[in-house]
């Protein structure tokens, strides 16, 4: 299974950015997908989670009403779509992939792609 995210930049304050994560290598529809971000000299978070289907969603308290998780099975593919971006928001973000139906733990997932830079200037 690889992931290859994309979509990063340079934006500034209260701007938006759209990541994508494509999946290949096996069927998609049967992973949990999530997105993590770790900014400098700290751990990798969780974000944003959802589940096999789409149906199900998960955020970390500090992006509720700014990022939106989404996916399209027909299209290999899981979305970010963080809105209204903040400083504090700078950090490489890796989508990930879970046999799990969905999970907010890094550790529970078994797939990882290389990261994608989001730097957002004040």
């Known amino acids: 299974v690889q992931l290859q995210a994309s979509g990063g930049g340079l934006v500034q304050a209260g701007g938006s950015l759209r990541l994508s994560c494509v999946v290949s290598?096996?069927?998609?529809?049967?992973?949990?997908m999530g997105w993590f971000r770790q900014a400098p000299g700290k751990e990798r978070m969780f974000v944003a989670a959802i589940s096999r289907s789409g149906g199900n969603t998960d955020y970390t308290d500090s992006v509720k009403g700014r990022f939106t998780i989404s996916r399209d099975n027909a299209k290999n593919t899981v979305y970010l779509q963080m809105d209204n971006l903040k400083p504090e928001d700078t950090a490489v973000y890796y989508c990930?992939?879970?046999?799990?139906?969905?999970?907010?733990?890094?550790?529970?997932?078994?797939?990882w792609g290389q990261g994608t830079q989001v730097t957002v200037s004040s």
């Open positions: 990930a992939a879970t046999t799990r139906v969905v999970a907010v733990f890094s550790r529970s997932y078994e797939y």
């Open positions: 290598g096996r069927t998609f529809s049967s992973y949990g």
